[in-house]
């Protein structure tokens, strides 16, 4: 029943450029029962390594300064700004640039940049700021690297999510992520530790509104949204230099998340994957079948 729900609402739900491909799929399959679960269960299996590549992510945090390096902020941003985002860490930077060395949705300040520039110091100070921790997350998971080594878990899950997205009308998206490109600041945002694992793992996302560039959030349990913003407006001191997130990105995200959470793929993925890190044996009685069906996905 899942597969046939994943496909419903990938129909009512993805933001597609060219949906024909995807019609057509389900057109020629002329109401065959064994073909339409067959191919169900291919974007199901698509969900499965989305949601592995996201639990194996390493959140990129900002270095540890031993001593305070800058005075003037201005002169810490440009000398975050001197490399080119060709890494995590490097992206990490010009990130924080763009959202103000801040959690882009609850403001909450980079404590590591502020240790790092007395003038960042002094405005938090003066605008009795939060401060913490922040991670830069990636919308489209690192593991889309088209140069990633063939035959890895992550070549397999590039694989699948540049199939799906063909079907969709994106193949445009293959170059844009080619290589480091993947770090673009198009693709990342700053965000605080805990909507950095729920945005990761599908559970919160970023719906546009019709002002632009103003997102609502949006999540899987309405637990996740307490004390937090309703609405996030992303905003950056240079388009040019320092682009906003990709409202393309941040719609396909929010698709992939829908889908997962209204079909209910997700809630059972998440089920599987925690009898994954509780079974050491597999049963001799088959009941382990789809523990192993996911770990060979994986």
Same mark, same amino acid.
């Given at each position: 029943m899942i597969y046939c729900r994943i496909l419903g609402y990938l129909f009512h739900h993805f933001p597609a450029l060219n949906i024909m491909p995807f019609v057509r799929e389900i057109v020629t399959i002329n109401g065959q029962r064994q073909d339409l679960l067959r191919l169900g269960e291919c974007y199901y299996n698509f969900f499965v390594r989305l949601f592995k590549a996201n639990e194996g992510s390493t959140p990129v945090t900002s270095s540890y300064p031993s001593r305070r390096s800058f005075d003037r902020l201005a002169d810490m941003i440009e000398n975050m700004l001197q490399e080119a985002p060709q890494s995590p860490q490097t992206a990490k930077k010009r990130a924080l640039v763009r959202d103000g060395f801040q959690c882009a949705v609850t403001k909450i300040y980079d404590w590591k940049s502020i240790?790092?520039?007395?003038?960042?110091?002094?405005?938090?100070?003066?605008?009795?700021?939060?401060?913490?921790?922040?991670?830069?997350?990636?919308?489209?998971?690192?593991?889309?690297?088209?140069?990633?080594?063939?035959g890895s878990d992550e070549?397999?899950?590039?694989?699948? @999510?540049?199939?799906? #997205?063909?079907? +969709?009308?994106? &193949?445009?998206?293959?170059?844009?992520?080619?290589?480091?490109?993947? =770090? !673009?600041?198009?693709?990342?945002?700053? @965000?605080?530790?805990? #909507?950095?694992? +729920?945005?990761? &793992?599908?559970?919160?996302?970023?719906?546009?509104?019709?002002?632009? =560039? !103003?997102?609502?959030?949006?999540?899987?349990?309405?637990?996740? #949204?307490?004390?937090?913003?309703?609405?996030?407006?992303?905003?950056?001191?240079?388009?040019?230099?320092?682009?906003?997130?990709?409202?393309?990105?941040?719609?396909?995200?929010?698709?992939?998340?829908?889908?997962?959470?209204?079909?209910?793929?997700?809630?059972?993925?998440?089920?599987?994957?925690?009898?994954m890190e509780d079974t050491r044996v597999l049963a001799e009685d088959g009941g382990s079948a789809e523990l192993l069906h996911m770990a060979m996905l994986s």
């Open positions: 240790l790092n520039n007395k003038e960042l110091e002094m405005k938090v100070m003066s605008e009795a700021g939060r401060t913490g921790s922040t991670h830069c997350t990636h919308i489209f998971p690192e593991s889309t690297d088209a140069n990633i080594t063939a070549a397999r899950y590039a694989t699948s @999510l540049w199939a799906i #997205l063909d079907r +969709f009308g994106y &193949s445009a998206l293959r170059e844009e992520f080619n290589g480091s490109n993947i =770090n !673009r600041l198009e693709n990342v945002v700053t @965000l605080e530790p805990s #909507l950095h694992s +729920f945005f990761d &793992s599908l559970q919160v996302w970023f719906t546009e509104t019709e002002e632009p =560039n !103003r997102y609502k959030l949006e999540a899987t349990h309405d637990i996740f #949204l307490v004390q937090r913003p309703k609405y996030a407006t992303f905003s950056t001191p240079n388009p040019q230099r320092l682009p906003l997130p990709s409202p393309t990105y941040l719609a396909i995200h929010a698709a992939c998340a829908k889908v997962a959470h209204f079909s209910g793929a997700g809630e059972y993925i998440r089920k599987i994957l925690r009898r």
